[in-house]
């Protein structure tokens, strides 16, 4: 797993995007970058080439489903791996992203080692 790759984590809430990313720097990644909402990873994405994304389905304005959608719909961009997070394992939703070309899901709380197995598995 090549953990030199940039890594945009994308959640409104600053505490679990503290959270990831130091789950992130436990296994190794330390090229990360930070967007608060899915507009923002948007406009961050098309600006720098990402290795991977990982972000948070319930967001404001934008949620990480239509970021998907967005990301999935740009020539430049659909072929980043994208691994989506929830507190919610509806089966609705993991159909949902996957429907719109989700890499990997994962479902709150989780470790490093899940994390880490996750990542692999797209990488």
Request: aromatic share 6%; proline share 3%; hydrophobic share 45%.
């Amino acid at each position: 797993m090549d953990t030199s790759v940039p890594v945009l984590v994308v959640d409104d809430y600053s505490t679990m995007r503290r959270i990831i990313k130091n789950l992130l720097n436990q296994i190794g990644f330390t090229n990360i970058e930070e967007a608060d909402n899915g507009a923002s990873a948007y406009d961050k994405m098309r600006g720098h080439k990402f290795g991977l994304v990982i972000s948070d389905w319930n967001m404001e304005p934008m949620s990480g489903l239509e970021l998907l959608k967005l990301v999935r719909a740009d020539n430049a961009l659909k072929g980043v791996p994208f691994i989506m997070v929830t507190a919610e394992s509806k089966t609705e939703n993991v159909i949902a992203a996957k429907a719109a070309g989700v890499s990997n899901y994962i479902v709150k709380p989780f470790n490093a080692e899940t994390l880490k197995t996750k990542i692999a598995s797209v990488l």
